[in-house]
C-alpha cells in the first residue's frame, strides 16, 4: 500500500463513512465531504515529493492480482502526465465541495456521497495501468455524474443525464469491443506489458487490426473530449448540470477522452493513428472554430462556456494528433489549463447564479459596480481563457500552435483564428455582465469568505502556469517524448514523391 | 424387464437425491394441504423452503459423487451440479418472494409451493438429463407446472389469458421438439445425446443430412420457445405481466436457466459434429434476440412487460455464448445464466412489493419518488438495473464481459459490435426506471405503501449483494 493507493482509496472510503452520517445532519456531511477532499488533496501533494521528474517510468506503482481468469490486476501507477491530472482532480474537489455548499440543499447526503464516488472513479482512470481496470473505473466515474445531473440539474435535467450516459455508453462499448479483442490477442490487460511487446515486436498488430481497434478506442474517447461533431451531449449536460457537476465535467472528465488518445490511442496503435490524423486534425480546426463561432453567439452564459470547452478541447486534440514534441506537450498543458479556467469559470457562473438565479446575459449588467471583487476574478479568468500571455492558456496554445505549424503551417493559421475569437466571445460577455449601468432591479454582493477560498488557489495557479512552467513541464516533456517514441513502432514512413505533372503527362 | 437390467446402486440414489427430495416434499404438501386450516398455509411455505434448503444440500451431496445413475440416463457432472444448485436457488428466492405477496393476494394455499417444487424438480432433471427422453419428460414436469402456476390467480382475467397462452404456444413448441427427437431417433437409432453424437461423427454411419438437419431445426425452435429467442418470444411478455410477479421472477429464472442448460449439452455434445450447419442459425437467431428484445423494451410503460423484453434480450446475449460454441463460450453462459437469475429476481421483488393488492401499481411512472421514500430498497433496485445494462463494477458488466471475449476469441467480431452497442440501447430502459425513481416528484402510488416484508427483503438483498459480490470477486463461482 502506497500513497498512489492511499489518494485513490481514500474518497471510497469517504463515500462509505458518509453514508453512515445521519442525513439530517447536513452540516456534518458537509464539513465531512470537504474534510475527505481535503485530506485527499493533501496526500496527493505529497506524491510531488517523491516523484522522480526527469524520468518517464511509472512510479507509485502496486501491481496486485484481482481475477485470475481472464487475468485481471489491480495495477495502478503515474507517470508524469498522469501526476498532474490526478492533482487536477483531486484540487477541484474540495473547490467542488465548496462550491455545492449553498447551492445544494436537498438530497444533500446523497450529493455529496455520489461527489465522493465520483472523485474516486475520476483518480481510477488516472492511476489504472491496466485496460480493465481502466474500463471499470471509466464507467465508474460516469454513473455519480449521472445522478449528479439528473436530480439536482436544471429544467430539462433528466435529457440532459441521460443522453450524456447513452452517448458515453455507445462510446464505451465500443472501446470495449477493442479491450477484449486486444486481450485475446495479446494475452494480458496490462498497458506497460502490452506496450513492452508491441515494442520488441512480439506483438504485431496488422494495419487493419490497428485501423478497427482504433477506431474503437478513438470512438469512446472522441465522445468524452468531446470531438466535433460528437460534442453535442456536451452543451446539454454543462447547461444542465449543477455548477459542481458542471466544474466536475468540464476540468476532470473532458480530460478523460483526452488523456485515453494520449494514453491508448497513440502508442497502441500508431500506424493507424497517423493515417488518421490528417482527418482528426481537421475535425479538431473545425471544432475550434465552430465552438468559437457558436460561443459568441449564444444568450446563456453557461452554453456560451460549454461551447468555448469545445474550442479549447480542439486544440488540445490537434495538439496530440501533430506527432510533435511541442503539440503534445501542449496538449497536456493545455489540458490542464483548461480545467483550471474553465472550471473557474463555471464556478464564478455559478456564483453569479446564486445571487440573481438566471443565466442569461441579458438579466445581468453594470455588476462590476456593486462586486468589484468577483468582477476582477472574472476578468482574470476570462483572460487567461482567451489565451493572454503571463496567464496559463498561453503556454499551452503557444506550444500546440507551434507544434501544428511544424507539421503544417495552415493547421496552425486556422487554429490561431480560433484564439482570436476567443477574446471576442470572452470580453463581449464580460463587457454585457459587468459593465454598463448596474440594474436596480437586483442586489448583488461581492465575493465572500467561501468564494474567496474557492478562487484564489485557481487564480494563483493561473498566474503561476503561465509565468514559471518549469514547474510543471519537466515531467510532461520526460513522459510524452517517451510516448512518442512508442508511436514510431510498427509503423511504414511512406514518403511519396510527387510526380510533376509535366513528367506524368510524358511517362504517358 | 430387458434381459440386461441392472438394478441401481446406492450411489445413484445419492445422484437423485435433489429429485427425490423435491418431489417428495412437493407431495408431502400436497398430501398436507386438505389437513391444514387456512390460516396455517403459511405453515406448508416454510416446509416448501425446507424442501429447497434440503434439495440444495442433496444437490451438493450429488455433486461430490458425480457419474451417471439409472443406466447412463442420468449424467449428474460439474455442469449439471452447478445448473441444479442454481434452479433449486431461484426456486428457494422465489418462494421467499411469495411468501408476502401470497398473503396479500389472500391466495396462499399448499399448491402453490407442490407446483414451485415439481416445476423445480422438472428443471433439475432436464439439466442432468443424458439422454433425450429424460430429457423431455424433465422439460414436461417443469413445464405444467409453470402453465398451472401461470394462471395461478384464477380469478385476474389478464392471469388466465397468460395460462391459456402459456400452454397452447408451450404444448406447440413441445410438439417440435417431440418431433425433433423423433427424428434424431429415426435417423440415429438412439437417443443417448453421446451415442447421437458418434453416429453423427462417424462418416460410414452418418444419415443423411437433410433428416439430421430437420431434426436439429425443429429441436431447436422448441428450445427457442423454451428460452424466448426471437422469433419465438411473442408468449414472454404477455405471460409475464399476467402471471402473478413473483410467478413471472421464476418463469425468467428456473425454467430458462433449465432450458439454456439443455440448449448448451445437447448441441455441444449430440450435434457436436453438425456445428458448421447450426452456427448460422444459432448466429442470427442471438442478433434477432437482442435486437427484438431491447427495441421492444424502449416502447414499454408496464415494468412487468419491460421486465419481460428485458429478459428477451439477455436471453441473446446467453445465446451469443452458445454460438461461440466453446468451452469459454460454456462457462461465460453458465457465469452469465447465474448472474442474470440473481438481476432477476431482485427486480421482480422489488415489483411484487410495490405493486400493491391486485397488482394495481405496475407501470414505471408509478415508480416515481422512490428513490426518496425508500432510499435503501431505491438503492439496492438501482444497483441491479445498474448490472441489467452492465457497469462496473457489478456482475452484470463481467457476465458481458466474459460472454463478448468468448464471442471474439470464436472470431464472432461483428456479433460482438453488435451486441454491445444493443447494450447501449438496453441502458436507455433501465435508465429510465432510475430516472423515474430518483428524479421524479413522488406520487399517488406511493400513498399508503406498506414496508417491505422481511423475506422480500432477504431476497432482494441477496440478489443485490450477490450482484456486487460476484462482480468483484467471480472466482467465487467460475
Known amino acids: 500500500m502506497n500513497l498512489l493507493d492511499a489518494v485513490l482509496w481514500l474518497p471510497l472510503a469517504g463515500f462509505v463513512l458518509l453514508l453512515l452520517i445521519p442525513r439530517e445532519r447536513v452540516r456534518a456531511i458537509r464539513q465531512f465531504a470537504l474534510g475527505i477532499t481535503t485530506a485527499t488533496f493533501l496526500l496527493s501533494l505529497a506524491l510531488l515529493v517523491g516523484f522522480d521528474r526527469t524520468s518517464a517510468a511509472f512510479q507509485y506503482e502496486t501491481n496486485l492480482p484481482w481475477i485470475s481468469s481472464p487475468e485481471i490486476r489491480y495495477h495502478i501507477g503515474i507517470d508524469g502526465i498522469s501526476l498532474w491530472l490526478v492533482l487536477l482532480t483531486t484540487l477541484l474537489s474540495p473547490i467542488g465541495v465548496l462550491i455545492s455548499w449553498q447551492h445544494i440543499d436537498r438530497r444533500v447526503k446523497e450529493f455529496f456521497a455520489l461527489f465522493l464516488a465520483m472523485e474516486f472513479g475520476l483518480i481510477g482512470v488516472f492511476v489504472a495501468l491496466d485496460l480493465f481496470l481502466f474500463y471499470v473505473f471509466w464507467e465508474v466515474s460516469l454513473v455519480p455524474m449521472y445522478f449528479l445531473i439528473g436530480v439536482w440539474g436544471h429544467e430539462r435535467r433528466i435529457y440532459a443525464a441521460v443522453k450524456f450516459f447513452i452517448y458515453t455508453m455507445t462510446g464505451s462499448m465500443l472501446m470495449l469491443a477493442g479491450i477484449i479483442y486486444l486481450y485475446i490477442r495479446a494475452g494480458t490487460f496490462d498497458y506497460p506489458a502490452l506496450i513492452e511487446m508491441m515494442m520488441n515486436g512480439s506483438l504485431m498488430l496488422d494495419r487493419m487490426e490497428q485501423n478497427l481497434l482504433f477506431a474503437g478506442f478513438f470512438a469512446a474517447f472522441a465522445i468524452k473530449v468531446p470531438l466535433f461533431p460528437l460534442h453535442t451531449w456536451l452543451p446539454d449536460a454543462h447547461v444542465e448540470a449543477p455548477t459542481a457537476g458542471s466544474v466536475m465535467l468540464a476540468s476532470v472528465m473532458l480530460k478523460m477522452g483526452c488523456y485515453g488518445l494520449l494514453r491508448f490511442c497513440l502508442p497502441m496503435f500508431p500506424a493507424a493513428a497517423r493515417g488518421a490524423a490528417p482527418w482528426i486534425v481537421m475535425l479538431a480546426i473545425a471544432g475550434i472554430l465552430y465552438g468559437a463561432l457558436v460561443a459568441m453567439v449564444q444568450p446563456n452564459m453557461k452554453k456560451l462556456v460549454a461551447y468555448t470547452s469545445v474550442s479549447h478541447l480542439g486544440f488540445v486534440v490537434l495538439g496530440l494528433f501533430t506527432f510533435t514534441e511541442l503539440g503534445t506537450n501542449g496538449a497536456v498543458y493545455q489540458m490542464l489549463n483548461h480545467g483550471i479556467s474553465t472550471g473557474a469559470l463555471f464556478a464564478l457562473v455559478g456564483f453569479l447564479y446564486e445571487r440573481r438565479h438566471s443565466l442569461e446575459i441579458e438579466d445581468y449588467g453594470g455588476v462590476a459596480t456593486p462586486a468589484p471583487v468577483l468582477a476582477t476574478m472574472f476578468l482574470i479568468t476570462s483572460l487567461a481563457s482567451m489565451g493572454l500571455p503571463v496567464l496559463n492558456n498561453f503556454v499551452g496554445e503557444y506550444l500546440v500552435l507551434q507544434g501544428a505549424a511544424q507539421v503544417n503551417f495552415r493547421w496552425a493559421v486556422f487554429a490561431a483564428i480560433g484564439v482570436i475569437l476567443a477574446a471576442c466571445y470572452m470580453l463581449w460577455m464580460y463587457q454585457r455582465v459587468f459593465y454598463g449601468e448596474a440594474r436596480k432591479d437586483f442586489s448583488m454582493r461581492d465575493a465572500n469568505l467561501r468564494e474567496w477560498a474557492v478562487m484564489s488557489p485557481l487564480i494563483i495557479l493561473m498566474v503561476w502556469m503561465g509565468t514559471y512552467t518549469q514547474t510543471f513541464l519537466p515531467p510532461i516533456t520526460a513522459s510524452s517524448a517517451a510516448i512518442l517514441e512508442q508511436t514510431k513502432v510498427n509503423v511504414e514512413f511512406h514518403v511519396e514523391r510527387q510526380m510533376p505533372r509535366q513528367e506524368l503527362a510524358n511517362a504517358r | 424387464m430387458p434381459a440386461n437390467f441392472v438394478p441401481p446402486s446406492g450411489v445413484e440414489y445419492i445422484r437423485v437425491l435433489p429429485e427425490i427430495i423435491l418431489a417428495a416434499v412437493a407431495t408431502l404438501i400436497m398430501v398436507l394441504e386438505p389437513l391444514t386450516p387456512a390460516p396455517r398455509k403459511r405453515a406448508l411455505g416454510y416446509l416448501a423452503l425446507a424442501g429447497f434448503a434440503g434439495a440444495l444440500a442433496g444437490a451438493a451431496a450429488a455433486g461430490w459423487r458425480t457419474g451417471p445413475a439409472f443406466s447412463g440416463m442420468l449424467e449428474v457432472d460439474g455442469f449439471a451440479t452447478f445448473f441444479r444448485l442454481l434452479v433449486i436457488l431461484a426456486g428457494l428466492l422465489v418462494t421467499l418472494v411469495s411468501f408476502p405477496y401470497l398473503r396479500r393476494e389472500e391466495a396462499e394455499s399448499g399448491e402453490y409451493y407442490a407446483l414451485l417444487l415439481y416445476s423445480v424438480a422438472g428443471q433439475t432433471i432436464m439439466v442432468s438429463a443424458a439422454d433425450l427422453i429424460v430429457l423431455f419428460i424433465g422439460l414436461e414436469i417443469s413445464s405444467i407446472a409453470s402453465y398451472v402456476l401461470a394462471g395461478y390467480m384464477r380469478r385476474e382475467k389478464l392471469a388466465n389469458e397468460a395460462a391459456a397462452k402459456y400452454f397452447l404456444l408451450g404444448s406447440f413448441a413441445t410438439a417440435f421438439l417431440l418431433y425433433g427427437i423423433a427424428l434424431i431417433y429415426g ?53 409475464y405481466q399476467g402471471a402473478p410477479s413473483p410467478v413471472a421472477a421464476f418463469l425468467a429464472a428456473g425454467p430458462k436457466a433449465a432450458a439454456f442448460a439443455v440448449l448448451l449439452r445437447v448441441f455441444m455434445t449430440a450435434f457436436a459434429p453438425l456445428t458448421g450447419r447450426w452456427l448460422a442459425i444459432m448466429w442470427s437467431l442471438s442478433l434477432l434476440t437482442m435486437i427484438v428484445g431491447n427495441f421492444a423494451a424502449l416502447l414499454q410503460t408496464n415494468i412487468k412487460r419491460l421486465l419481460a423484453y428485458s429478459s428477451i434480450a439477455h436471453a441473446g446475449y446467453v445465446l451469443v455464448a452458445v454460438t461461440a460454441h466453446s468451452e469459454e463460450g460454456v462457462q461465460a453462459a453458465m457465469f452469465y445464466l447465474t448472474v442474470y437469475v440473481f438481476m432477476n429476481i431482485g427486480a421482480f421483488a422489488v415489483v411484487a412489493y410495490f405493486s400493491r393488492k391486485g397488482e394495481r401499481y405496475v407501470e414505471i411512472e408509478d415508480l416515481a419518488g422512490l428513490g426518496v421514500r425508500q432510499p435503501v430498497l431505491a438503492a439496492l433496485f438501482a444497483v441491479i438495473l445498474l448490472s441489467l445494462i452492465g457497469v462496473p463494477p457489478t456482475a452484470g458488466f463481467l457476465g458481458k464481459f466474459y460472454i463478448f471475449q468468448a464471442a471474439v476469441k470464436a472470431d464472432l467480431l461483428w456479433l460482438t459490435v453488435l451486441g454491445l452497442l444493443n447494450s447501449a440501447v438496453a441502458a436507455y430502459y433501465y435508465l429510465r426506471l432510475i430516472v423515474i425513481m430518483y428524479m421524479k416528484e413522488p406520487g399517488d402510488s406511493l400513498l399508503e405503501l406498506p414496508g417491505m416484508a422481511v423475506s422480500t427483503r432477504a431476497a432482494l438483498w441477496t440478489s443485490a449483494a450477490a450482484v456486487v459480490v460476484l462482480g468483484l470477486f467471480p472466482a467465487l463461482i467460475r
Not at chain 2, 438412439?190 to 460410414?204: E, H, K, M, Y
Not at chain 2, 443423411?208 to 429467442?229: C, E, N, P, R, Y
Open chain 2, 187 to 239: 435417423a440415429t437409432g438412439t437417443t443417448r445425446l453421446n451415442g447421437i453424437a458418434q453416429v453423427l461423427s462417424d462418416p460410414r454411419m452418418a444419415p443423411a443430412g437433410i433428416l439430421t438437419g430437420t431434426a436439429v431445426a425443429l429441436m431447436l425452435v422448441g428450445f427457442a420457445f423454451k428460452i424466448s429467442a426471437a422469433p419465438f418470444q411473442v408468449w414472454a411478455p404477455d405471460v
